[in-house]
């Protein structure tokens, strides 16, 4: 009870129904592990939940960039409403902290893990919407994840958008090196450095290769564009 008072705090929003909430944070393999009811785990929230994301976000997105048409704006929604991307938006909120995982989903990075942690935060969305209606879920999604669309575009495309960047600019060959490689198996952490032409430009961890890349990418186009602005 404790942790869910703390989440409200975080969230800046406070559930009349708190069995919502509890449901959101519950992931099914806590609800097995307890042997709690049939439905108690947050599969059925995460279902709404992402609908009432998709129809925010497309709202938002229609009324925002007006002269986008249906073909971009669909890339831009899925841009922000991916798994990577939605997973990036928990950092802030601490969610992975306040999750119920079974022990063994727990003991294997559970709480970092990129799907888990979309899902949960689909599910909180679809809490909200059943506790305080449409108008505070909306809320909730504006306060924290539709904010710095062109940073989050960026995140979800940095590998390719990098790669397009450097070859306009002729700025050299990339190269993405594995450095390090720690922790168990089921919870491996990786780091990558990225290489563009003889110079090392950025680094990135995650806990897939690929993930480490995309944040050695993205960090290397934050670089970039600092650079390009200061000239």
């Known amino acids: 009870m404790r942790k869910q008072l703390e989440f409200q705090k975080v969230i800046g929003y406070e559930f009349r129904q708190t069995g919502l909430l509890q449901q ?3 992931h099914s393999s806590y609800a097995n592990e307890k042997r709690m009811k ?3 785990d947050n599969e059925r929230l995460e279902f709404l939940g992402d609908a009432v994301l998709e129809i925010i976000s497309s709202e938002y997105l229609y009324h925002h960039f007006p002269d986008l048409p249906e073909g971009e704006l ?3 929604r899925a841009s922000l409403v991916c798994e ?3 997973a990036y938006c928990t950092k ?4 992975g902290e306040y999750l119920l995982l079974g022990r063994g989903e727990d003991r294997t990075g559970g ?12 599910a909180v969305i679809g809490a909200i919407y059943l506790d305080g209606g449409f108008a505070s ?3 909730f999604v504006l306060k924290f994840i539709l904010t710095d669309i062109a940073h989050k575009q960026l995140f979800y495309d940095s590998k390719t958008i990098l790669q397009e960047t450097v070859q306009g600019q002729n700025l050299g060959a990339m190269n993405y090196k594995l450095i390090g490689e720690s922790g168990p198996d089921h919870d491996k952490v ?6 563009i032409g003889d110079r090392r430009t950025s680094t990135g961890v995650g806990h897939t290769k690929k993930a480490a890349e995309q944040e050695a990418a993205y960090q290397a186009l934050l670089q970039l564009k600092e650079q390009n602005d200061m000239r």
Do not use: G
């Not at 893990?113 to 979309?118: A, D, E, G, H």
């Open 38 to 40: 049939k439905h108690s």
């Open 92 to 95: 802030e909120l601490h969610l």
């Open 74 to 76: 669909t890339k831009m």
């Open 24 to 26: 959101a944070l519950t």
């Open 137 to 139: 879920a909306k809320e």
């Open 84 to 86: 990577p991307t939605l």
């Open 190 to 195: 990786f780091q990558v450095e990225l290489w």
């Open 111 to 122: 709480r970092k893990r990129s799907s888990i942690l979309s899902d949960a935060l689909e």
